[in-house]
């Protein structure tokens, strides 16, 4: 009996929500109870809709949706925002309850929820219900205006449920850091067999929404609080599970867009891995993404380029200055430009924008401009998992992706990413300064560059309405020389070596 | 299944009351008793007792939206007033239909 009962507890159903089934490692328990707590606007009602309405689109499983404090046509009509056919659902095997306490009534002694779970018993036995979404429990429980009232009616529904082997799904408000309310209701987690806790909060004035499963009753379940967001399909959660990085075989090399630049690494790129291409401000890293994208043109491949903070139309027109021309691509439709701002919205809302992109478009190359962009709102942290599997997106796909960031800090020399992204990065190619002389010049070489062999020299990367060049390395003296200096000195030993030249032809001459 | 239950002639300006109730639930036959009380006392021979057991129909209850047992709900005169409770604070019950309460009567 009891190995029965562990069996049953391990059995779970899937909410169908990209991310959430990771955390909860296979969906809500069935048959359980499971709370959905979260202050105002988190999410909760969606996420709970979200759940019902997979449910009965994927699984086949009818359920019942009892609103207490939104009125249910008006959940409905949310649903409908959403994407999701709720009128058709509602005819195959989805039910609301509008449950909300009207106003104007009056409590003269004492009463329970008889009718409530009666009705909700003939209609389950109606539709066949499998789950039961009980939506803003705690304005119910308010109603009863005694905690042990509350207490006894919430057991009450709790216990229902398990008689009747439905899956419970409450929603409940809860104050961050208000240990008034949490202990008001602070039965609640204990009771449900699964407890996740949703929340939203303001990072540098942009909303950012975390979720992460408090409990889990008789299975294990991401620790971690996770992102997540709410977008044009509903509820997605940024499960760092959610992508994991899939061998690949990298065998086809691509070019850059600079021969000089594919020499370097040795032939060229390996299609399906990722190029972080850092510098400072004005080092010509979006000229470089720029050449990148329009050599993926010319070889007629489909390509994205993605500027956070930049008008598609100014980097087009940047580029055309050293000769790129991007104008006949974005005609013929194999290249797609989108400009994003970053601080309209947090960096897991730009993942999800971006992945969207990708989907939509169906590139082979992509180029994100800077993508140092997403850690301006949100903190490092979440921008940095959002970085990650962007990039794990983009090499499950196949597709090659170039990435810029940039290089900001006191101490140039210690070339670390505002995201520290250059661990996953499998080529890393570095703009800098050059100061000598009075002149400012730019130098670019290869700190890595996985699986193949690659130059370490320093190089004099060259801007010029013809293109992008590399110029070859010139040492002197133990030193690479560059812009008027180098010109300076290869005039000079262009002259120093005319003379022995000289002299040797004068004695061919004697010699005759 | 609904039960009429004439206590006096209804006429003109009666009250009808709904008590939707569990039978059998303890605070169900408390209230039903409380209604009976406060209608003999307050309107004889001018009252309508409608009782709805909500075990017996319980989607007519979900559909007019009643969610605990016991309810009372005055349909006439207008305007229409939901009680909840076993009625046993009947000061409230009075101050809710719009009577004098008992120390004034």
Not at chain 1, 127 to 149: E, N, P, R
Not at chain 1, 168 to 191: L, S
Not at chain 1, 226 to 246: K, Y
Request: glycine share 10%; proline share 4%; with cysteine.
């Amino acid at each position: 009996m009891s190995d029965r009962k562990r069996e049953a507890a391990l059995k779970k159903i899937a909410s169908g929500i990209e991310g959430f089934d990771d955390i909860t490692m296979g969906g809500l328990p069935e048959g359980r109870t499971t709370l959905l707590m979260g202050g105002p606007g988190c999410g909760k009602t969606v996420l709970a809709l979200q759940i019902l309405v997979n449910g009965a689109t994927n699984l086949g499983t009818p359920g019942i949706f009892v609103a207490f404090e939104e009125n249910a046509s008006r959940v409905s009509a949310n649903g409908e925002t959403f994407g999701w056919n709720m009128r058709e659902l509602e005819q195959k095997g989805l039910f609301f309850v509008d449950a909300c306490i009207r106003p104007g009534v009056v409590r003269a002694g004492a009463f329970d929820l008889t009718a409530l779970l009666a009705g909700l018993e003939a209609k389950t036995k109606a539709l066949g219900a499998k789950t039961i979404v009980f939506d803003a429990i705690d304005v119910l429980l308010s109603l009863l205006g005694d905690s042990m009232l509350e207490c006894r009616e919430l057991y009450r529904i709790h216990e229902w449920l398990a008689r009747h082997e439905l899956t419970g799904i409450f929603t409940t408000k809860v104050e961050d850091n208000e240990p008034a309310t949490a202990q008001r209701y602070g039965f609640m987690p204990f009771m449900a067999d699964c407890a996740v806790l949703l929340s939203q909060r303001l990072a540098d004035r942009v909303t950012v929404r975390t979720i992460r499963v408090l409990k889990y009753r008789g299975s294990p379940h991401a620790l971690n609080e996770v992102p997540f967001v709410i977008g044009a399909a509903g509820v997605e959660v940024g499960s760092s599970n959610g992508v994991h990085p899939e061998p690949q075989p990298f065998t086809e090399r691509i070019s850059t867009g600079i021969e000089r630049l594919d020499e370097m690494v040795g032939g060229g790129i390996y299609r399906g891995t990722n190029v972080l291409l850092t510098g400072s401000s004005g080092a010509g890293k979006s000229m470089l993404a720029g050449q990148f994208i329009e050599a993926a043109c010319r070889r007629r491949e489909r390509a994205l380029f993605i500027s956070f903070d930049e008008n598609s139309r100014d980097i087009a027109r940047d580029l055309a200055t050293v000769g790129i021309d991007l104008a006949p691509h974005l005609a013929s439709g194999s290249l797609r430009m989108e400009a994003i701002r970053s601080e309209a919205a947090s960096s897991e809302e730009h993942f999800m924008r971006v992945k969207r992109l990708i989907a939509e478009h169906g590139p082979r190359c992509v180029a994100i401009d800077p993508l140092s962009a997403l850690a301006r709102v949100g903190g490092g942290l979440a921008a940095r998992a959002v970085a990650e599997r962007l990039i794990y997106v983009c090499r499950n796909a196949g597709i090659t992706v170039l990435f810029t960031s940039l290089l900001e800090g006191l101490d140039p020399q210690l070339e670390t990413t505002t995201l520290h992204v250059s661990t996953i990065a499998d080529s890393w190619i570095q703009i800098s300064y050059a100061l000598l002389d009075g002149e400012r010049n730019r130098a670019l070489s290869i700190i890595k560059s996985r699986g193949s062999k690659h130059s370490t020299q320093l190089r004099e990367l060259l801007f010029d309405d013809t293109g992008i060049s590399l110029a070859d390395p010139y040492t002197a003296g133990g030193e690479v020389l560059m812009g008027t200096l180098r010109m300076e000195r290869e005039t000079a030993v262009r002259a120093e070596t005319r003379r022995p030249l000289l002299v040797a032809a004068e004695e061919e001459e004697q010699s005759k | 299944m609904s039960e009429h239950v004439p206590a006096g002639g209804p006429a003109n300006g009666a009250y009808v009351f709904r008590l939707y109730l569990a039978a059998g639930a303890p605070n169900s036959v408390r209230a039903l008793a409380n209604l009976y009380a406060i209608c003999h006392k307050h309107f004889p021979k001018c009252h309508r007792i409608e009782v709805i057991d909500v075990l017996k129909e319980p989607l007519r209850a979900l559909a007019e939206a009643i969610f605990v047992t016991p309810t009372v709900v005055k349909i006439s005169p207008a305007p229409e007033q939901q009680i909840i409770g076993d009625l046993s604070e009947e000061d409230k019950v009075l101050s809710a239909l719009g009577l004098p309460q008992n120390d004034n009567v």
